[in-house]
């Protein structure tokens, strides 16, 4: 299994810019591909970005061109950087880990509110 802990949300205005983190532990890290994912309320949880263990990206159309996902293998850190934010944006963010197995694991979300 693999502990995921997400931090950097928060309430910002439109326009303005965030970057969340995730922490990982319990798996080797460099082998997983990783992905952010939000859930706004009454909607369903869907991907924002995706990073795999060779560093290629894919990104929601919603998003592409504003947000950034990254990766630091060395500490076990996933990254997204959310910039020109909307108030659409709003929602809890979720970080996810992908095995080679299949297997996944979320970590317990983040909130993030866009105020217009």
């Known amino acids: 299994q693999v502990q995921l802990v997400e931090s950097g949300g928060g309430l910002v205005q439109a326009g303005g810019s965030l970057r969340l983190s995730c922490a990982a532990s319990?798996?080797?890290?460099?082998?997983?591909?990783m992905g952010w994912f939000r859930q706004a309320p009454g909607k369903q949880r869907e991907l924002v970005a995706r990073i795999t263990s060779g560093g290629s990206t894919n990104y929601a159309d919603s998003v592409k061109g504003r947000f950034t996902i990254s990766r630091d293998n060395a500490k076990r850190m996933v990254y997204l950087q959310m910039n020109s934010l909307k108030p659409e944006d709003t929602a809890v963010y979720y970080c996810n880990v992908r095995r080679p197995s299949g297997l996944e694991d979320w970590g317990q979300g983040t909130q993030v509110t866009v105020s217009s």
């Open positions: 319990g798996s080797i890290f460099s082998i997983n591909d």
